[in-house]
């Protein structure tokens, strides 16, 4: 079982930086890949970045590639997304997610921090 609490959200300009953060707790997480989506108004839920259990694997959404970077710190049980270069499309609510395995399926989810970019 792992619990995530997400936190970092907030409202900035375009062209600005956020960094979110989620604190886990459980004794599974350092052996999680760990993932963040979002959630656009009116829009399904997307992938945005994930991370393997150690850090030394991590993949992007082409959407936020060069721009977002995902990492983890074992010995805090936290996961980051920091995202630069923010533009309106970004605007979305952010979940953090644990999975058992690189190719999930992602089982445990946040409760979603909102992020909302201004032009």
């Known amino acids: 079982q792992v619990q995530l609490v997400e936190s970092g959200g907030g409202l900035v300009q375009a062209g600005g930086s956020l960094r979110l953060s989620c604190a886990a707790s459980?004794?599974?997480?350092?052996?999680?890949?760990l993932g963040w989506f979002r959630q656009a108004p009116g829009k399904e839920r997307e992938f945005v970045a994930r991370?393997?259990?150690?850090?030394?694997?991590?993949y992007y959404a082409d959407s936020v590639k060069a721009r977002f970077t995902i990492s983890r710190d074992n010995a805090k049980n936290t996961v980051f997304l920091q995202m630069n270069s923010l533009k309106p499309e970004d605007t979305a609510v952010y979940y953090c997610a644990a999975a058992r395995r690189w190719v999930g399926p992602f089982d445990y989810w946040g409760q979603g921090t909102e992020v909302t970019v201004s032009s």
């Open positions: 991370i393997n259990w150690s850090g030394s694997s991590t």
């Open positions: 459980g004794r599974a997480f350092s052996s999680s890949t």
